[in-house]
């Protein structure tokens, strides 16, 4: 790199948040903090408008995780520029941690170590320098494939003993709806709620997509972007338009669903 290393710090503890950056500017004297935010929404919006060199996200923050967050940016991030590295800084969670060592996903254990840290800024310095004889978009691919990894090995799964849902229970003014899960064409997150769409009719609920998620038949409701779960069976075709993004046509509905590129995966020809 010819330029300074530019960083993004997501935290939404603002003593922990100053204890990193002042931890950095000791062991990387050199890297400059482009900004520093407290919530996944802003990280997303920030890293994409300043493109910082690497991102330090915060696996827990209010409006979206961490991981939700680099996902998100992921979706939109050019395709021309090379994709941020990501550290992801976490409380003690053994699983998380497994999850980011078998993916090769640097992170830091809060709170952080000056030793921990030291290893992660050399490997973090090798990275970018790696990273000028290599086509942007490699970085991410690479950067998707990881968060791929990640988002299942995370996500909340459903018990062995629970069978997948059957009827939702969806308030219509003073009624409870019953709506048989495999009418459901699909659902999407919609501030406080989940709208329920069905081939004729539409209906909220409070429980939340993540909530939602691992009680659904994964063979049956396919996930295809961060805030839209679909019934595969209701999937008439996948096209591309002009800028290369992936949307569907459904069988039983007018409107089409974006496909982001996390999940845009699924949809090979056999």
Known sequence: MTHSPRALIAEDEPL???????????????????AMVGDGLSAARQAL???????FFDIRMPGQSGLEAAAELADAWPEAQPFPILVFVTAYDQYA?????????DYLLKPVQPERL?????????????????????????ALE?????????APAATATEPPLQMIQAGVG??????????????EAADKYVRVLTA??????????????????????????????????????????????????????????????????RFKAM
Request: with cysteine.
């Open 49 to 55: 408008a300043l493109q910082p060199d690497v991102l």
């Open 146 to 154: 990881q968060l791929r990894h990640l988002a299942g090995a995370t």
């Open 118 to 142: 030291a290893r992660c800024v050399q490997r973090l310095r090798e990275l970018l320098a790696q990273r000028t004889a290599a086509p942007a978009g490699a970085a991410l691919a690479q």
């Open 200 to 265: 004729s009719h539409e209906y909220l609920v409070r429980t939340p997509l993540k909530e939602l998620l691992p009680r659904l038949d994964a063979e049956e409701f396919w996930q295809v972007h961060r805030g839209t779960v679909v019934r595969a069976a209701a999937i008439a075709s996948a096209q591309r338009d002009e800028a290369g993004r992936l949307w569907l046509q459904l069988r039983e509905r007018a409107e089409k669903l974006a496909v982001s590129r996390l999940y845009a995966q």
């Open 16 to 34: 922990l948040a100053e204890d990193l950056r002042q931890a950095l500017a000791r062991a990387w004297p050199e890297l400059q903090i482009a």
């Open 174 to 187: 003073t009624q409870i709806q019953m709506v048989p899960v495999h009418d459901v064409v699909y659902f």
């Open 97 to 105: 941690m497994d999850a980011f060592e078998a993916q090769a996903v």
